[in-house]
């Protein structure tokens, strides 16, 4: 009777730790747009500009500042990589904010969604980028 009654309560704990777990965010469901970048004094309204879209099959892609660009990532509940991002080649004004942005993106090694805001890290947990979503 002592075994079932560990048992029984051991998996109910194991339910409980896995209901506490919050699930996978899936970032496709939204475009993001930036609201801040590390390494950039570029004002806010510029830097809403810029997006990222999480696409089918890995694919992502989005408006850098000057161009549209191309790549994929992939990630699970914590980490993220991004590929190398491929951006067509007009050049603007605007084109080190776009450099920043990408390299920052590809940079990124894990992140943190709350409360509509994505939050991309650097491995030594620094803030890369901060995205809202759309």
């Known amino acids: 009777m002592k075994f079932l009654f560990t048992t029984v309560l051991t998996g109910f704990?194991?339910?409980?730790l896995v209901a506490c777990n919050p699930e996978p965010v899936e970032l496709s469901d939204h475009d993001w747009f930036v609201t801040d970048l590390a390494g950039?004094?570029?004002?806010?309204?510029?830097?809403?500009?810029?997006s990222l879209e999480f696409?089918?099959?890995?694919?992502i892609g989005g408006f850098a500042g000057c161009n549209d660009y191309r790549g994929a990532a992939?990630?699970?509940r914590e980490q993220i990589k991004f590929s190398t991002l491929y951006a067509d080649t007009d050049s603007c004004?605007?084109?080190?904010l776009e450099k920043r942005f990408l390299?920052?993106?590809?940079?990124?090694?894990?992140?943190?969604?709350?409360?509509?805001t994505l939050?991309?890290?650097?491995?030594?947990?620094?803030?890369?980028v901060e995205m809202e979503k759309n």
């Open 74 to 76: 992939t990630y699970n």
């Open 55 to 59: 696409k089918e099959e890995q694919a």
């Open 119 to 128: 939050v991309l890290y650097d491995d030594g947990g620094n803030i890369l």
């Open 93 to 96: 004004d605007d084109i080190n």
């Open 103 to 116: 390299s920052n993106l590809e940079s990124s090694t894990s992140y943190t969604y709350r409360a509509g």
């Open 13 to 16: 704990l194991a339910i409980g």
């Open 40 to 50: 950039s004094s570029a004002a806010k309204e510029k830097l809403a500009d810029l």
